[in-house]
Structures are given as C-alpha cells and as structure tokens.
C-alpha cells in the first residue's frame, strides 16, 4: 500500500497562515484534491480519485531561457485531472514541456509505483524507484542533457532518514522523517502524507517547522460517490476502497 509524503517550504508569511484544500469534481474529468493557497493557479501539491499523487519541488539555483510554455503548476492540474497512472502522467509531461525548473514526485497508489520527473528548459527526464522507495529533492538528481548540470544524491536526505529508520514505513515513521532536523527546514510551512488507498491524508500545516506539529486526518474523497469512468481504468472495484479511516497503514499491507 503507497505513501505519499510531502513538505512545502517558503518565507511569505501569509502562506502560512492561509492554506486551502480544494476537492474538485471537473466535468469530463477525474476527482482531485489539492492543498493549495488563495491566488496561486494551478497545482503544486495533489491527488485525484484514480490513485494518482504529485508535488512538485523548485529546483533551486537554476536560470532558464524566456520561452512561451504551459506553466509546471498548470501542466500538474492537467495530470490530475486527466491522468489514471503514471505512464499517462510522464506522457504529459513530455509533451508539454512545461515552462518551470522543478523536480515531481508522481506516484501510482493503485500499481504502488513512484517515479520522479525533473523539467528544466524545456528538458524532462525521468528517474524510476530503486527499491521500495523514491524521493525527490531541490537539488537535479537526473540527467538532464545540460552542459555544466550535474546530478547530485537522489537519495538526501529524506530517503536517507528514511532507511536509517527501516522498514516497514507507515505514518508514524514517515512523520519522523519529516521532522528530522537533516529534513525539515526552518521555513517548513506544510507537511502531509497522503494514503490514497485508505482515502485519507494527514495534514500539518499553519506554523514555521509544520511536520513538528500536530498532523490533523482529512477524508479524500466521499466515500458514497461513484468513481468517475475514466479513473476506473487503472484498475477494477471502487476506488478508493471502501475502508475504516483510523486503520493502521505500515508499507507491509496486502
């Protein structure tokens, strides 16, 4: 059963103070939840019905050249609208390319597959799992195809945290990564961990340092609603399935 972990960081103050979980139900299209703040277009962090999970990490440090694209936080709300898994997601992707440098975790709940996409300069690439677990960074952890840009660790430091802590990796776990002080930066405004499986995410957010706070659990979805056709794609029954939200979730689960 996937994990999906999260944070968001920035210094602007009213970000902090003002987040806001959109659940949308697009005509023609595929149920999504977006945590999100007032004014930004788009989606920056989200998960839709089909099981499909993303957010995105600015690539720090790196100038690109003016050119007319699809914004990333536009491209990413084509991809939960419209994508059912992560093949649908990556295409997209590479056929926009999206104007923006940043490093997206896309995840796969129902397959419990991750990859990480990296656009920069219209360049995407594409790193896999190795293992049961994948992270993304601010730093380029790929081969973009760019004179003077070199990968760095794909691992640093979440994963590392990650495997010092050892499996098997459930909530708990998960928040102790996030507040690990080699992870968790000073201007850490959002902290979640979605589990599309048990349709529920926990969420710590309206403070500096929020994956030291309290993690409150919202539902995803209504559970009486139907899926929509297209999500139902990915796979066969409802999804997400019907289950107890306070049940216990460890990385061993059938």
């Known amino acids: 059963m996937g994990l999906h972990e999260r ?20 005509e023609g299209g595929i149920a999504y939840v ?26 720090v440090g790196l100038r690109q050249d003016v050119r007319v694209a699809e914004p990333v936080f ?5 991809v939960l609208m419209t994508c059912a898994t992560i093949e649908e ?22 397959r419990k597959k991750a990859v990480v996409v990296e656009v920069f300069d219209g360049h995407v690439a594409v790193r896999e799992a190795e293992g049961e677990m994948i992270g993304n960074a601010n730093h380029v952890t790929t081969d973009l195809g760019i004179e003077g840009i070199e990968a760095g660790s794909p691992t640093w430091p979440a994963c590392t945290v990650a495997r010092y802590l050892g499996p098997p990796l459930d909530t708990d776990k998960l928040q102790q990564v996030m507040s690990d ?23 710590s957010r309206g403070r500096l340092r929020a994956a030291e706070g309290e993690f409150r659990e919202y539902e995803l979805f209504p559970q009486a609603a139907e899926a929509p056709e297209r999500a139902g794609r990915a796979g066969t029954g409802r999804w997400p399935p019907t289950v107890s939200p306070h049940s216990d979730l460890k990385e061993s689960d059938p």
């Not at 997601?89 to 129902?110: E, V, Y």
């Open 7 to 26: 944070r968001a960081q920035s210094s602007a103050g009213p970000l902090c103070r003002n987040h806001l979980i959109l659940n949308v139900e697009p």
């Open 34 to 59: 977006a945590l999100t703040w007032p004014g930004l277009i788009g989606v920056l962090t989200g998960t839709n019905r089909a099981g499909i999970t993303a957010g995105y990490n600015e690539l």
């Open 74 to 78: 536009l491209a990413l709300h084509r």
């Open 89 to 110: 997601a990556m295409d997209l992707l590479r056929k926009a390319p999206p104007l923006g440098n940043g490093s997206i975790l896309i995840s796969d709940a129902r």
């Open 181 to 203: 002080e080699l992870v968790m930066l000073p201007i850490n405004i959002l902290s979640v961990i979605f589990v599309p499986a048990q349709n529920r995410m926990l969420l």
